[in-house]
């Protein structure tokens, strides 16, 4: 088979629990604005503008992400094909998934170039990234499976290596995978100069890999293609056959595929690149100031040197400390010693055991039909800022344990409220008594802003009864 169109397959998993407070489990780093107004999933996908042959993209995502992944597409004016993933299988099998699909997607006389690259990475240096993705498509087109081995500027050790072999044009050929390790046997590699960091990035011809999988994993080639064959189309998602995907083995790429193939090819990447592993990362993006302080938010701060200080709303304010790692957001705030930075993730564990709700959302709650944001919490109370796209509509629905108040400060709501149906403008406000059925509707062409006053004996998330939903929730 030949291969002209390159497919990006963007791996949108992932938890980045060591960026906490910012990253929870339903809305992970992938989807965070850390270095610019853009996402990292968004910027992935705008740094590959310009390069020749692009088809369109492949988001292999957590079901529980869908709906933000594909509102972050859309944000930048793309609309990718959207695998769900019924359950956590590692990459072999999502990317075996993004491959089974390509191909049965396209023209069966030609198979695509399928360009692997996770969601959460930030490259600074976008034209040197370019010029490896083409050093690396003839080999590609060859057969070869490729990575991308990242130029080590530091003896890191929270990094897997790859050790080159002979030159081949624009590259090496893949010796050998090393695991992460210790700080004396990273300064040996950086010594050596023949290793690089493993990137998890990769290009090859999806057919190559897919045969590759068929040699080294028989398993995950069989399951998920049986997957991928019972799949079913649910709104702009494509949902793997759950049972058939829940029976692969569990296994990285590198495992399954590129540490056993005679076949691997690694092109050098010196691109300003990092996975953002932990919030000490930040001081490496060249956003630091002349003390060394990589600030963003509502920050002020006097004698203090080498921090990292961010704001989601309050004020934060230092005096004479350093090395300090201080992220406020409106219902947490972290603050740790910077050189303990990779530690963060053992306290979202102990979070986590203590039934938290800081580790799994943010304060804002993403929806398919806009975001609601908590403003106050008490016994038998609490009060949310809701915020409804244009067009938009929650679910008809009931409650059994509270009633609801909603005033509109923001648009045009129309509201089912039992068998009365309410058109509201700015300023008014209803009453859901407890166990009325009831939805709302943004009519109009801006956002509709209102505030809820709940109330009663319960208040949780799950006291919802939906009786009919545009989502399939």
């Avoid at 890191?156 to 046997?185: N, Q």
């Avoid at 028989?218 to 995907?245: K, M, Q």
């Avoid at 102990?350 to 975001?371: C, M, N, Q, Y």
């Avoid at 944001?373 to 938009?392: D, F, M, N, T, W």
């Amino acid at each position: 088979m030949t291969s002209s169109v390159i497919r990006p397959v963007i791996l949108c998993g992932g938890s980045g629990t060591r960026l906490w407070p910012l990253s929870r489990t339903h809305y992970p780093k992938q989807f965070l604005r850390l270095v610019d107004q853009f996402s990292l999933l968004q910027n992935t996908l705008r740094r590959l503008e310009g390069i020749a042959g692009l088809g369109v993209a492949i988001a292999v995502a957590n079901e529980n992400h869908r709906f933000l992944v594909a509102e972050q597409f859309h944000e930048i004016g793309l609309k990718p094909d959207i695998l769900l993933e019924p359950a956590a299988r590692n990459t072999a099998p999502a990317v075996a998934a993004a491959a089974v699909h390509a191909i049965g997607d396209g023209d069966e006389k030609e198979a695509p170039l399928l360009l692997v690259l996770p969601s959460d990475h930030v490259i600074a240096n976008v034209t040197a990234f370019q010029e490896a993705v083409a050093a690396a498509i003839p080999h590609a087109r060859a057969g070869a499976l490729v990575t991308f081995g990242v130029v080590p500027d530091r003896p890191e050790t929270g990094y897997g290596y790859i050790r080159r072999g002979e030159a081949v044009a624009g590259g090496y050929a893949l010796d050998r995978f090393v695991e992460k390790p210790d700080v004396e046997t990273a300064q040996g590699y950086l010594d050596a100069g023949e290793y690089f960091w493993n990137s998890g990035m990769f290009l090859f011809r999806a057919d190559t890999y897919l045969e590759a999988l068929d040699r080294y994993a028989p398993g995950i080639r069989e399951c998920v293609t049986a997957a991928v064959a019972s799949d079913r189309c649910d709104l702009d998602f494509i949902r793997l056959d759950h049972a058939a995907f829940v029976a692969s083995p569990s296994k990285s790429i590198d495992y399954a595929v590129m540490e056993k193939t005679d076949r691997g090819v690694v092109i050098p990447l010196d691109a300003g690149w990092s996975d953002i592993g932990a919030w000490d990362a930040l001081a490496t993006l060249g956003q630091a100031d002349d003390e060394g302080n990589t600030r963003r938010g509502d920050v002020i701060s006097i004698d203090t040197r080498n921090s990292i200080l961010l704001s989601e709303g309050r004020l934060v304010a230092t005096v004479g400390v350093s090395d300090l790692i201080v992220v406020a957001t409106p219902d947490a705030v972290l603050v740790a010693d910077k050189a303990k930075a990779q530690e963060v993730k053992a306290l979202v564990e102990a979070l986590k055991r203590s039934d938290r709700v800081e580790t799994e959302f943010r304060h804002i709650v993403h929806r398919p039909w806009g975001s609601y944001e908590g403003l106050a919490q008490a016994p038998r109370y609490q009060v949310k800022r809701i915020l409804v796209k244009p067009g938009a509509s929650l679910s008809l629905q009931k409650h059994h344990h509270r009633a609801e108040h909603w005033v509109v400060v923001k648009g045009t709501a129309v509201i089912v409220r039992g068998d009365e149906t309410l058109l509201l403008a700015e300023n008014q406000s209803t009453y859901i008594p407890l166990g009325v059925v009831h939805r709302l509707e943004n009519p109009g062409k801006i956002d509709l802003e209102m505030i809820e006053v709940q109330s009663g004996s319960y208040l949780g998330e799950d006291d919802i009864v939906r009786l009919q939903d545009s989502y399939g929730r």
